[in-house]
């Protein structure tokens, strides 16, 4: 499978610990974003990347998340101390960009974040 | 915050019908973009339209958009039950707003067999 991928698919963490989760976009795609998704709502832009410069960041990207994307492959999301407002489904996405005008995003199963 | 809106929230129709979804958006944009959902998937990316086309199609898809009126509508021509999934409209506006995309918060389609 050639698609984005994420890891893990779930995770269950109690509150104020730290989380990590990993994306890997398609491999020739040289944007990669970061969604938030919670019940009955439809995804909000977190940051995306391009290569590994990190070029936008939302207001809803508290100090307490940072995302990295070190060698512009793969990317890592990280929540510190997290809260139960942090519960949602994280999804990554990944683009050629605006070259060539191609502005769809491809985007992975999501990991879902459960807060006790 | 979400762009805009989609109506209706939810439909419910009966396999081989047509079924018709509406977004509106708030502000300018240089392409529109439908994507499904299904339950358990990610989202997958259904069609995309430019600012300047008023209309697109694609297999069973056809999609309008007016700018005039900042909105756009989804159809499914001769649905099926494996249609059943959320669908959602995302804009984007490249000089403004760089490579995020904005959602509405989507229309729940049940196509009943």
């Known amino acids: 499978d050639t698609g984005v991928s994420q890891n893990p698919r779930h995770k269950i963490t109690k509150r104020g610990q730290n989380v990590t989760f990993r994306c890997d976009p398609i491999s020739e795609h040289n944007r990669l974003y970061w969604y938030r998704q919670t019940l009955g709502q439809g995804p909000e832009f977190l940051t995306y990347?391009?290569?590994?410069?990190?070029?936008?960041k939302s207001r809803l990207l508290s100090d307490r998340f940072s995302a990295e994307r070190p060698k512009g492959s793969f990317s890592t999301l990280e929540i510190q101390r997290t809260e139960q407002g942090d519960s949602a489904m994280y999804l990554c996405?990944?683009?050629?960009?605006?070259?060539?005008?191609?502005?769809?995003?491809?985007f992975g199963p999501g990991t879902r974040l459960t807060v006790t | 915050s979400q762009q805009g809106e989609e109506d209706p929230q939810a439909l419910s129709i009966q396999e081989g019908e047509n079924a018709t979804m509406n977004c509106s958006y708030k502000t300018s944009i240089n392409n529109l973009q439908w994507y499904r959902q299904n339950s358990g998937r990610g989202l997958v990316h259904l069609i995309l339209?430019?600012?300047?086309?008023r209309e697109k199609h694609s297999g069973r898809l056809r999609v309008t958009l007016d700018t005039s009126k900042k909105s756009s509508s989804l159809l499914i021509t001769a649905s099926r039950a494996a249609d059943t999934a959320s669908y959602f409209c995302a804009t984007g506006d490249w000089e403004t707003s760089g490579s995020r995309l904005t959602f509405g918060e989507g229309t729940q389609l049940t196509v009943n067999p």
């Open positions: 990347f391009q290569n590994e410069a990190q070029l936008e």
């Open positions: 339209i430019r600012s300047n086309e």
């Open positions: 996405a990944s683009s050629l960009g605006p070259r060539n005008r191609l502005y769809e995003q491809y």
